[in-house]
């Protein structure tokens, strides 16, 4: 993403302690970060705490809103009151952050790191300041957290873009059939005299074939596949002209193949627009539109795609990337793939006991015909 450097400032202190909350909390890929206590409450320095993934101490971060107008400055005397009331933090912290919405300062940048150094030599925990440039350098390498605060502050871009499935979502969760038959071998029981000592009778999932049927046959659907579709949204101000769309899943699968756009075997007589074209290896693809300018707050969907997942549950991950006439920009989908695998078991009578044993077959696609 290019988040514009002129990206707005939330408007009060709450909303920046809880911008700092959800961003340092993708950052540190920490799920139980929190905000310290309630209004009023003695905090001693820190607004927002957590232990970031890999660590077992705690960092903490000290939010600081600045009037975006006066272009007020974090002062000398406010950092070290501060570092003084985190003295006080139990437990311990490893680090401790500042984060303002004033703008980035030589000055105070060069006095903090001063003051980190000092600490490390004192034992102390270490010292860091970001300012609102560098928040929003951070807000731009987090995606999720961006499209967060995007929506939620009802900011845009002038050219701004996210490619989704087709329910508008980054991730999908989806269930897949497979088909197992096993032959199970029992011992026939021979009765003396008896009319029936050479019949067999098999279960009734013998008579039911499950020979394989193209997912694109009339009345037969696949369920070891599933259908999806990509949608391009325009969440900026500005038309998105030329543009294309790239696109490789990265993970592993069986097979990619995309959906023809007419129903029966038969093409019709009037050419019909592809939109997606997939690679020689099935691997990913390209998307070139019908349209070429996709204005503001429009959105347009493309065809539709069928993929069949492995025999085991997996993510399939897909990276895109869309370049136009002055804009690009990218990002990843997953998929998350649950197999659902039905065991069919035909019984077959044998008379040797040394046959009787079970044989379990190969894993295939689960079809059904829809008549």
Known sequence: MNASKSLRRPTNWQDFETLCKKLWGEIWSCSEIKKNGRVGQIQNGVDIYGIPTGETQYF???????DEYSNQQFSQNEI?????KAKGFKPELKK?????????????????????????????????????????????????????????????????????????????????KFLKKNKIYKQKIVLANS???????????????????????????NYSYYDFYFRIHNIGTDPIEDYKIFFELTSEFQELIRIRNWSGMIPPKIPIPY???????KTGGKIIPDSNILVGDDSVGFDDLRIKPIHKPSTVCIAWKLISKDYKT????????????????????????????IVEGEIKDYEKSLN
């Open 330 to 357: 990218e990002g990843e989908l997953k998929i998350n793939f649950t197999p659902n695998i039905i065991e069919e078991n035909e019984t077959i009578l044998v008379e040797d006991p040394l046959k009787v044993r």
């Open 195 to 221: 009319l029936y000592d050479n019949l067999v009778f098999p279960s009734l999932a013998s008579f039911h074939g499950h020979n394989y049927i193209s997912p694109f046959e009339n009345n037969v659907k």
């Open 60 to 66: 903490g971060i000290q939010c600081k809103g600045k």
């Open 275 to 281: 939109d997606t074209f997939l690679n020689n290896e």
């Open 96 to 176: 401790l952050y500042f984060t303002t919405t004033a703008l980035k300062d030589a000055k105070i940048e060069a006095f903090v790191r001063e003051q980190n150094i000092f600490n490390k030599s004192q034992g102390l925990f270490e010292v860091h300041l970001f300012c609102w440039e560098d928040i929003v350098d951070l807000i731009d390498e987090n995606r999720t957290t961006h499209d967060w605060y995007v929506k939620n502050q009802n900011f845009k871009l002038n050219q701004n873009a996210i490619l989704t499935f087709h329910n508008d979502e980054l991730e999908l969760n989806a269930e897949v």
């Open 80 to 84: 070290l009151e501060e570092i003084n």
